[in-house]
């Protein structure tokens, strides 16, 4: 049974733990449910059993030559973001060589397939509605390290992980792997289709001493999330608030970032991530220069907010200093017309999480 908003206003985050449930919980870097697949190493951080069935996510790592054969869902709206290393991706008729903060969107039904081309390559990969994570779970070995293994285990056959993947909508398509191009990706496509998004781009949006970028829009997606990337400055926190219709995700890329969440601080530095489910009271604030972050938001109800208190710019950086600012009108118009509920100032004292 989900919680109400109110009950959700009070649930305190699980830390470091898959709760079973949609409610509030934080997974540092490295935790989450851990398994071993053809010498990769892979975290579950999200289950669609932790999130109401709307998304699953894990991080998978591995070392040089470490790869996927092609691979379709029938299901599952993905997208891979590249944190460490160098990750060759392809789809049909094209490939790109991917680094640290380049992305590939991949709609339900287009085959993928990758190779880790670096000693350690280490990529998000966020699935909506979720469920097909528990393919690794079947195929998967279970695994203590939080690292990929020396030497591979267990290797799963294309035939097993066919069989398997038949239960999940997943197939193993026969596809052409081509050479890599090096376009220079500067936009979103209009339309669901699957596109690669080279880091720093898509449409950005400023204000004081930060920039907002976005990764995916509900056009390319179903209109089942979209990702927003943020860097700035140090920033205090932001107004106390909750949406009441849509979950907003948090992972940490770059530098250091302090999340509230239900009246609890939690610091998060590269690769945590917190999971703020509908009714949870949260706010954030930077505590390191050019700190950076990615927000996966579903559903995509609050596309636009961005736009009411921030001006698009061409430029691919903020600018540090000057005179504080917030267009607070363009502000309190979201509030109005947004999944956007202000509950109080932005918090004051820290009450951190007790990390075990």
Known sequence: MSLSVEEMNKQLPVANALPGEAVPYYMA????????????????????????????????????????????????????????????????????????????????????????????????????????????????????????????????????????????????????????????DAGLPPTQSPYFLSTGEGERLVSYQTMFTYLSRPANTGSNYFAVHTKGAKSPYIPLHFHSEHTENFLCTEGRMWLYANGREVLLTKGDFLHAPAGTIHSFAFDAHNTQMVGFLTPSVFNGFFEYFNKPTEDYMYTEGGEPYMDMEGFGRAQAEMDLTVVGPPPQRRAALDIP
């Open 29 to 184: 870097s490295g935790e989450g449910a851990r398994y071993e697949i053809n010498g990769q190493l892979v975290t579950v951080i999200a289950r669609a059993a932790d999130t109401g069935g709307i998304f699953s996510a894990a991080y998978i790592s591995g070392g040089m030559g470490a790869e996927s054969p092609f691979v379709s869902h029938a299901i599952e709206h993905k997208t891979l973001y590249v944190f460490d290393g160098i990750l060759h991706v392809w789809l049909p008729g094209e490939s790109r060589i991917l680094t640290p903060g380049d992305s590939v969107v991949i709609p339900p039904n287009t085959p993928h397939a990758y190779r880790m081309a670096s000693h350690y390559t280490r990529f998000l990969n966020w699935m909506t509605p979720g469920g097909g994570e528990a393919y690794y779970e079947r195929v998967g070995t279970p695994i203590d390290s939080h690292v990929p293994p020396v030497r591979p285990g267990h290797k799963a056959s294309l035939q097993e992980q066919a069989e398997v993947g038949a239960e999940f909508g997943i197939t193993f398509p026969d596809v052409e792997r081509v050479a890599p191009s090096f376009k220079h």
